[in-house]
């Protein structure tokens, strides 16, 4: 919500609508509850977290989501000449998406979707509910106006993730497993 703010804040309009709101947190209960089902690694023995980094890998992760979001913002007002309404779309088919692709870069301390491989549940989930965030824009049902393409979404949203997922595996700075790992202090 701090896009959100920060959005209004700067450029006078609401960058995406309240039943769009509404959207994305029943988009996003799916996989986030299908989390307990992942494949990733456990460590064997018990284990203690240092809160302070995790909460800074955090927030870094969510600062690059807000400037993603910015940019693609921007891409759409500036480069495709976007109105208000069409933007909103985009912004939240964004939204939508690069969520769970953020999901997918810290689940593991391995560059993106490398073993070990997220769930079939969890995977799934993201799928169709990234699917069905496509389907809402391009087939709106009068909520929204339509974008009949989703490629700068799309693309944008895989480009950015990829990006994070490139710095974070690099770094180890941004990607979970290979930050808050180091901070685990085993009991």
Do not use: C, E
Not at 20 to 26: S, T
Request: avoid cysteine.
């Amino acid at each position: 919500m701090v896009f959100v703010v920060l959005a209004m804040l700067i450029f006078d309009f609401y960058p995406i609508t309240a039943i769009m709101i509404i959207l994305l947190a029943f988009f996003n209960d799916m996989p986030i509850m299908a989390i307990a089902t992942d494949n990733t690694w456990l460590d064997p023995k018990p284990v203690r977290w240092d809160m302070h980094r995790v909460l800074t890998v955090s927030t870094v992760l969510g600062l690059i989501g807000v400037l993603q979001t910015f940019a693609m913002l921007l891409i759409g007002k500036d480069y495709f000449h976007m109105d208000i309404a069409h933007l909103q779309a985009l912004i939240f088919l964004k939204l939508a998406i690069a969520g769970h692709l953020t999901l997918f870069i810290a689940r593991t301390r391995k560059p993106f979707l490398r073993k070990p491989y997220p769930s079939a549940v969890l995977l799934w989930s993201a799928i169709l509910t990234k699917a069905a965030a496509t389907l809402f824009v391009v087939y709106p049902m009068g909520l929204v106006p339509s974008i009949t393409w989703g490629k700068p979404a799309w693309s944008g949203s895989i480009v950015f993730s990829g990006y994070s997922s490139m710095i974070g595996s690099r770094s180890g700075s941004i990607s979970t497993w290979s930050s808050i790992r180091r901070d685990i202090r085993i009991l």
